[in-house]
C-alpha cells in the first residue's frame, strides 16, 4: 500500500500558524471535557476517497476501515498476524485441492442507515453484496485500484471483464467462480491455487458495498460511504478534516481476551471482553505539514503520532523518551515497518527506462547512509531489496552492488550511458510531494545528482497529483514507500510484475519476462524452501535492471499520549482503531498541565 514521503513550503507557513493558534484556542481557552471520547487522529496527507476499491494508500485505508468491513481480519493482539472471521461466521471451508473456499455470511449484520435503503433503514448484508461488490473491483470502466488482489485468480472473473469492455456482460451474468448459493453462503472458486487469498480477503478493497446506495450517488459515492463497521461517515471538510460516529446498528464485537506474550503486562489485556468500539465519534485530521502536527500533538489535541525529523532529538535520547515527554504523561511504542522506500524510475519513459547503465549510476550516487541520518534520525535499515526485514526470502546478508555509495562508479556508468560527466544529459525531473521533509529528500536526491553532473527538476505535486501522475505514466521519477498489505514477499514483488503495469500497482512499468515467469510459478507454491528461492531469483533480477532506487526499511517510533488505551500499532492493521480507547477523565487531566 503506498505510503507517501513529507514536505513543506512557504506558502504553508500561514496554514501552519492558523493552526497552532486553532489547536491554542482549542486547549488553552477552553476548559477540556471530562465526558468527551472522541478520538483524534492526524493523517500527514489528504484523503483522496472513500470508495473501498480505490483504497490504495495508507490514508484512505485508514477512514475506510471504520467504516466498511471485510470478511477476515487480523487479531488485534497476536503477534505474528494471525486471521480471524470478521463478516464471515467462521473460517472458510476449502476443499482438498484448495481451489475452492465457502464462506458462511455471519447473520444479522446491517449495512448504515441511509436515505438509499427504503425507509432510510440499513438492510441486512447479504451474500450476493460480495458478489456485486467483487463485479465493481473488476469492472474495466471503473479502473479500481485494487484490481490486482483477483487478477488472473478467480474462475471467470477475467473472462466477465474481457466481456464488459466489449458490451457482452453486465452485473447480471453470472462468474463461476464468485457465487452467492444462497443469502449466507458465499462461494469462491479458484482458477489456480492462490495461497495470499485469505490475506487479500482482509484488505479495504474487497469491503462490501450496498448497490442501492452506489446506484444513488454514482461517481460520488467516494464522498457518500456507506458500509457494515464500528462507524459512519458523518462529515468531510475537504483537506481538513473527517468525521465519524459510532454505528448504533453495528453487529458488535468485543476486546480480545488473550494477546501476545507481554500483552497483558503492558495493560494490553485490561478491557478484555468489553464491548466495542470505545469512542463515540474519530476525528481524522488531514495536516500535511510536519511542524502543525507535532505542536498541535504537543498541545494534546491528537491522541498519538509519529514523531517527524525535526522533532526526534526533542523526543527521544539513547533509544527512550526524554525526562521532559516522559514528565507530560507520554509514552513510545517502537516497532520495525514492514516497508520499503523507494525511488521509482518510469521504465516506459524513452531516456530512463532504455538505459539501465543511467539507472546504476543514478543509484550508486545516492548516498543512503546520509539519507538514514539526515529523514530518519539513524533509525532505518538500508534496502537492498523491495523485500523488507520479517518477511519471507529477505536475507540480512544479500548486499546489492549497486547501493553501495560511490560517486567514481557512479561516474563510470554514467559514461556507460553514454554521458561522461554529464555531459548531453537530459534534465530529470523528479516528482516530490509538497511537505517539508519529502521536498529537503528531493532536493539532497539532486545535489547526489549534481555530485556525477546530472540534472534534476523537481516537481512539486500534492498526494493525489503524484497518484493521477503515477497512474498515468506520467511520473518520469519519483519518491515513494510501500508498506505491506499482508505478511508475504509477494507483496512486495508484485510492484515488479508485468501485468500490473499502470494504472496497476506496478507503477514503474517494468517488464521482464523472466521475471514474470518466475512470478507466476512463486504465485502457485505454499510458504516454503522452494518458493523463497523464487523471490530470491526475483529479487537478483530486480538488482541487475534497477527499475528503483530501493532506500530504507523504516523502524517506527509512535508517540501517545497517557490517556489513550490498548495502542498496539502494527502497519497492516488497519482496523485499529475500535480497539482504541480514549480515557476521557485522564485526557482532562493531563491536557490541563500540557
Given at each position: 500500500?503506498?505510503?507517501?514521503?513529507?514536505?513543506?513550503?512557504?506558502?504553508?507557513?500561514?496554514?501552519?500558524?492558523?493552526l497552532?493558534?486553532?489547536?491554542?484556542?482549542?486547549?488553552?481557552?477552553?476548559?477540556?471535557?471530562?465526558?468527551?471520547?472522541?478520538?483524534?487522529v492526524?493523517?500527514?496527507?489528504?484523503?483522496?476517497g472513500?470508495?473501498?476499491?480505490?483504497?490504495?494508500?495508507t490514508?484512505?485505508?485508514?477512514?475506510?476501515?471504520?467504516?466498511?468491513?471485510?470478511?477476515?481480519?487480523?487479531?488485534?493482539?497476536?503477534?505474528?498476524?494471525?486471521?480471524?472471521?470478521?463478516?464471515?461466521?467462521?473460517m472458510?471451508?476449502?476443499?482438498?485441492?484448495?481451489l475452492?473456499?465457502?464462506?458462511?455470511?455471519?447473520?444479522?449484520?446491517?449495512?448504515?442507515?441511509?436515505?438509499?435503503?427504503e425507509?432510510?433503514?440499513?438492510?441486512?448484508?447479504?451474500?450476493?453484496?460480495?458478489?456485486?461488490?467483487?463485479?465493481?473491483?473488476?469492472?474495466?470502466?471503473?479502473?479500481?485500484?485494487?484490481?490486482?488482489?483477483?487478477?488472473?485468480k478467480?474462475?471467470?472473473?477475467?473472462?466477465?471483464?474481457?466481456?464488459?469492455?466489449?458490451?457482452?456482460?453486465?452485473?447480471?451474468?453470472p462468474?463461476?467462480?464468485?457465487?452467492?448459493?444462497?443469502?449466507?453462503?458465499?462461494?469462491?472458486?479458484?482458477?489456480?491455487?492462490?495461497?495470499?487469498?485469505?490475506?487479500?480477503?482482509?484488505?479495504?478493497?474487497?469491503?462490501?458495498?450496498?448497490?442501492?446506495?452506489?446506484?444513488?450517488?454514482?461517481?460520488?459515492?467516494?464522498?457518500?460511504?456507506?458500509?457494515?463497521?464500528?462507524?459512519?461517515?458523518?462529515?468531510?471538510?475537504?483537506?481538513?478534516?473527517?468525521?465519524?460516529?459510532?454505528?448504533?446498528?453495528?453487529?458488535?464485537?468485543?476486546?480480545?481476551?488473550?494477546?501476545?506474550?507481554?500483552?497483558?503486562?503492558?495493560?494490553?489485556?485490561?478491557?478484555?471482553?468489553?464491548?466495542?468500539?470505545?469512542?463515540?465519534?474519530?476525528?481524522?485530521?488531514?495536516?500535511?505539514?510536519a511542524?502543525?502536527?507535532?505542536?498541535?500533538?504537543?498541545?494534546?489535541?491528537?491522541?498519538y503520532?509519529?514523531?517527524?525529523?525535526?522533532?526526534?532529538?526533542?523526543?527521544?535520547?539513547?533509544?527512550?523518551?526524554?525526562?521532559?515527554?516522559?514528565?507530560?504523561?507520554?509514552?513510545?511504542?517502537?516497532t520495525?515497518?514492514?516497508?520499503?522506500?523507494?525511488?521509482?524510475?518510469?521504465?516506459?519513459?524513452?531516456?530512463?527506462?532504455?538505459?539501465?547503465?543511467?539507472?546504476?549510476?543514478?543509484?550508486?550516487?545516492?548516498?543512503t547512509?546520509?539519507?538514514?541520518?539526515?529523514?530518519?534520525?539513524?533509525?532505518?535499515?538500508?534496502?537492498?531489496?523491495?523485500?523488507?526485514?520479517?518477511?519471507?526470502?529477505?536475507?540480512?546478508?544479500?548486499?546489492?552492488?549497486?547501493?553501495?555509495?560511490?560517486?567514481?562508479?557512479?561516474?563510470?556508468?554514467?559514461?556507460?550511458?553514454?554521458?561522461?560527466?554529464?555531459?548531453?544529459?537530459?534534465?530529470?525531473?523528479?516528482?516530490?510531494?509538497?511537505?517539508?521533509?519529502?521536498?529537503?529528500?528531493?532536493?539532497?536526491?539532486?545535489?547526489?545528482?549534481?555530485?556525477?553532473?546530472?540534472?534534476?527538476?523537481?516537481?512539486?505535486?500534492?498526494?493525489?497529483?503524484?497518484?493521477?501522475?503515477?497512474?498515468?505514466?506520467?511520473?518520469q521519477?519519483?519518491?515513494?514507500?510501500?508498506?505491506a498489505?499482508?505478511?508475504?514477499?509477494?507483496?512486495?514483488?508484485?510492484?515488479?510484475?508485468?501485468?500490473?503495469?499502470?494504472?496497476?500497482?506496478?507503477?514503474?512499468?517494468?517488464?521482464?519476462?523472466?521475471?514474470?515467469?518466475?512470478?507466476?510459478?512463486?504465485?502457485?507454491?505454499?510458504?516454503?524452501?522452494?518458493?523463497?528461492?523464487?523471490?530470491?531469483?526475483?529479487?537478483?533480477?530486480?538488482?541487475?535492471?534497477?527499475?528503483?532506487?530501493?532506500?530504507?526499511?523504516?523502524?517506527?517510533?509512535?508517540?501517545?499520549?497517557?490517556?489513550?488505551?490498548?495502542?498496539?500499532?502494527?502497519?497492516?492493521?488497519?482496523?485499529?482503531?475500535?480497539y482504541?480507547?480514549?480515557?476521557?477523565?485522564?485526557?482532562?487531566?493531563?491536557?490541563?498541565k500540557?
Amino acid at each position: 500500500m503506498y505510503s507517501s514521503w513529507r514536505i513543506f513550503f512557504h506558502a504553508s507557513i500561514i496554514s501552519a500558524i492558523c493552526l497552532i493558534f486553532a489547536g491554542c484556542t482549542n486547549s488553552c481557552s477552553q476548559k477540556v471535557s471530562d465526558t468527551d471520547s472522541t478520538l483524534n487522529v492526524v493523517l500527514s496527507a489528504n484523503v483522496k476517497g472513500l470508495d473501498p476499491i480505490y483504497a490504495n494508500d495508507t490514508y484512505s485505508n485508514a477512514v475506510i476501515s471504520n467504516i466498511s468491513e471485510t470478511l477476515l481480519e487480523y487479531h488485534y493482539l497476536k503477534r505474528p498476524l494471525e486471521l480471524q472471521p470478521l463478516l464471515a461466521e467462521s473460517m472458510p471451508e476449502v476443499s482438498d485441492n484448495g481451489l475452492t473456499h465457502t464462506f458462511k455470511i455471519k447473520k444479522g449484520v446491517k449495512f448504515h442507515n441511509n436515505e438509499a435503503f427504503e425507509n432510510g433503514i440499513g438492510r441486512e448484508l447479504k451474500a450476493q453484496d460480495f458478489v456485486y461488490s467483487w463485479k465493481r473491483l473488476a469492472d474495466p470502466r471503473l479502473q479500481a485500484d485494487g484490481f490486482w488482489v483477483f487478477d488472473g485468480k478467480i474462475k471467470g472473473l477475467n473472462e466477465w471483464r474481457d466481456k464488459v469492455s466489449a458490451g457482452e456482460a453486465d452485473y447480471d451474468t453470472p462468474i463461476e467462480g464468485i457465487e452467492a448459493t444462497d443469502d449466507y453462503t458465499l462461494v469462491i472458486k479458484l482458477s489456480k491455487p492462490y495461497y495470499q487469498l485469505h490475506y487479500v480477503l482482509a484488505m479495504g478493497f474487497t469491503s462490501p458495498v450496498a448497490k442501492e446506495v452506489v446506484d444513488k450517488h454514482g461517481k460520488e459515492y467516494l464522498n457518500h460511504p456507506v458500509g457494515t463497521g464500528p462507524y459512519k461517515f458523518a462529515n468531510w471538510v475537504r483537506n481538513n478534516k473527517i468525521e465519524l460516529v459510532k454505528n448504533e446498528n453495528w453487529h458488535g464485537q468485543t476486546y480480545p481476551t488473550e494477546g501476545a506474550t507481554g500483552d497483558e503486562e503492558a495493560g494490553l489485556l485490561a478491557d478484555a471482553g468489553k464491548t466495542l468500539p470505545f469512542n463515540d465519534k474519530i476525528t481524522f485530521h488531514e495536516v500535511t505539514e510536519a511542524q502543525p502536527r507535532w505542536l498541535n500533538f504537543m498541545k494534546g489535541n491528537y491522541e498519538y503520532m509519529g514523531i517527524p525529523k525535526d522533532n526526534f532529538d526533542s523526543a527521544i535520547a539513547e533509544g527512550d523518551l526524554t525526562p521532559e515527554m516522559k514528565s507530560k504523561g507520554v509514552q513510545l511504542f517502537k516497532t520495525p515497518e514492514p516497508d520499503v522506500t523507494y525511488v521509482a524510475f518510469n521504465m516506459k519513459d524513452p531516456i530512463l527506462g532504455k538505459n539501465e547503465n543511467l539507472r546504476k549510476a543514478i543509484a550508486l550516487a545516492y548516498d543512503t547512509k546520509t539519507s538514514i541520518e539526515k529523514f530518519y534520525n539513524g533509525q532505518a535499515l538500508p534496502a537492498q531489496s523491495p523485500i523488507p526485514p520479517s518477511i519471507d526470502a529477505y536475507d540480512p546478508n544479500f548486499e546489492n552492488p549497486f547501493k553501495k555509495f560511490d560517486v567514481s562508479k557512479a561516474k563510470e556508468f554514467l559514461e556507460k550511458a553514454g554521458f561522461p560527466e554529464g555531459k548531453g544529459a537530459p534534465v530529470i525531473e523528479y516528482s516530490a510531494l509538497t511537505s517539508s521533509t519529502a521536498r529537503q529528500m528531493a532536493e539532497f536526491f539532486k545535489q547526489n545528482m549534481a555530485a556525477i553532473g546530472l540534472q534534476v527538476k523537481i516537481d512539486s505535486v500534492s498526494w493525489p497529483q503524484l497518484q493521477k501522475k503515477i497512474k498515468e505514466a506520467q511520473a518520469q521519477m519519483w519518491g515513494i514507500a510501500w508498506l505491506a498489505d499482508y505478511p508475504d514477499a509477494e507483496n512486495f514483488l508484485q510492484l515488479l510484475y508485468g501485468p500490473n503495469k499502470t494504472p496497476g500497482p506496478n507503477g514503474a512499468n517494468f517488464a521482464n519476462s523472466k521475471f514474470d515467469e518466475l512470478y507466476k510459478k512463486a504465485a502457485i507454491l505454499p510458504p516454503g524452501p522452494e518458493r523463497t528461492q523464487l523471490y530470491q531469483e526475483m529479487r537478483d533480477i530486480f538488482v541487475n535492471e534497477m527499475p528503483w532506487v530501493p532506500g530504507v526499511h523504516r523502524l517506527g517510533y509512535y508517540l501517545r499520549h497517557g490517556w489513550i488505551k490498548n495502542f498496539k500499532m502494527h502497519s497492516i492493521i488497519n482496523n485499529h482503531f475500535k480497539y482504541l480507547r480514549v480515557d476521557a477523565k485522564k485526557r482532562a487531566e493531563l491536557k490541563a498541565k500540557l
